[in-house]
């Protein structure tokens, strides 16, 4: 059973710092990961899509790599600002389109 | 171009009543998935509808189930609602039944039972 951990779990930082979001999973059997971002009471924002091939992603300020032997991704963040406070939310598809999430890292950045 | 769109946004229900909630994918796509996330939790796969039947199902009781149309929208329904359903209700699409094409989510239903 795939089970998918997120740390940290909350993290508060000033703005302009770069930052790395840790997410790690059980089985490395996936097709590919997502991250999605989440405002508060909000749907989910596909940030970015990792194929189980691949070994990053990017987007903008936004860098996403992947190492399935070892069940982990990580999310960069260069220059952080007020905007990106949000949920993060990382998601490896098993099988199907079936994804399987995290708890989730609760980001916020100070002006 | 539309990206998923959901309805209700907000409802509110009575312990045993059912509720329908309604989902549209994005242009192109043609599978719709269901997620539940309670508050702060991440969102929990309920099923998965491609060609108008269920073919994926996470570990919800029968009491939730679903419809897709011809036209790939989809449906949601909730018998006997229990306090425990309470929860944001997510709608995914993508453009096959495949495991490699990036999921688009819908902003939502949330679901309050009293």
């Known amino acids: 059973k795939q089970e998918v951990t997120q740390i940290p779990a909350a993290l508060s930082v000033p703005e302009g710092e770069n930052l790395v979001l840790n997410c790690s999973f059980t089985?490395?059997?996936?097709?590919?990961l997502q991250w999605f971002r989440q405002d508060p009471g909000k749907g989910l924002t596909s940030l970015l899509l990792?194929?189980?091939?691949?070994r990053e992603q990017t987007s903008g300020r936004l860098n996403a790599s992947l190492d399935k032997s070892s069940g982990r991704s990580t999310l960069y963040i260069a220059a952080s600002q007020p905007g990106d406070s949000a949920t993060y939310l990382c998601?490896?598809?098993?099988?199907?389109?079936?994804?399987?999430f995290g708890q989730g890292t609760e980001l916020s950045v100070k002006p | 171009d539309a990206g998923v769109t959901q309805s209700p946004t907000h409802l509110i229900k009575t312990r045993g009543q059912q509720v329908t909630l309604r989902c549209s994918p994005k242009?192109?796509?043609?599978?719709v998935s269901w997620y539940q996330q309670a508050l702060g939790q991440g969102p929990q796969f309920i099923f998965q509808?491609?060609?108008?039947?269920?073919?994926q199902r996470g570990n919800f009781p029968d009491r939730f189930s679903g419809h897709q149309f011809p036209n790939y929208s989809s449906e949601l329904n909730v018998n006997a609602l229990l306090l425990g359903d309470s929860a944001l209700y997510l709608c995914?699409?993508?453009?096959?039944?495949?495991?490699?094409?990036?999921?688009?989510f819908g902003p939502g239903t949330r679901l309050t039972v009293t």
């Open positions: 990792i194929q189980s091939s691949q």
């Open positions: 242009s192109g796509h043609d599978t």
């Open positions: 995914a699409s993508s453009p096959i039944s495949g495991s490699s094409y990036e999921q688009y």
């Open positions: 998601a490896p598809s098993v099988g199907g389109g079936k994804l399987i």
């Open positions: 089985d490395s059997a996936i097709y590919n």
């Open positions: 509808y491609y060609e108008e039947e269920e073919r």
